[in-house]
């Protein structure tokens, strides 16, 4: 997540910097700030994936967390 802060700054830096290089009709300025937007995005997306991927995973392992500790609840009743 740490990443994903200062990409969404970056983002919304090259879009500013890009909507007043198109009102000013300076489209060197507009192509390097496309090409910072395009950048940003991708990150952007690749840090959602991996989170999607973070989580699928956490949640994986919680259910099998519960699984083995109902497992040992279960055997702990029955021991006594």
């Given at each position: 997540?740490?990443?994903?802060?200062?990409?969404?700054?970056?983002?919304?830096?090259?879009?500013?910097?890009l909507?007043?290089?198109?009102?000013?009709?300076?489209?060197?300025t507009?192509?390097?700030?496309?090409?910072?937007l395009?950048?940003?995005?991708?990150?952007?997306?690749?840090?959602?994936?991996?989170?999607?991927?973070?989580?699928?995973?956490?949640?994986?392992?919680?259910?099998?967390?519960?699984?083995?500790?109902?497992?040992i609840?279960?055997?702990s009743?029955?021991?006594?």
């Amino acid at each position: 997540m740490s990443k994903t802060l200062p990409m969404q700054r970056l983002v919304n830096e090259a879009a500013s910097r890009l909507a007043t290089a198109v009102k000013t009709g300076d489209m060197q300025t507009a192509k390097v700030t496309q090409i910072m937007l395009d950048s940003g995005n991708d990150k952007l997306n690749e840090a959602m994936k991996q989170l999607v991927d973070v989580r699928a995973c956490k949640e994986k392992l919680q259910a099998k967390l519960m699984k083995s500790t109902g497992y040992i609840r279960l055997h702990s009743v029955v021991l006594e």
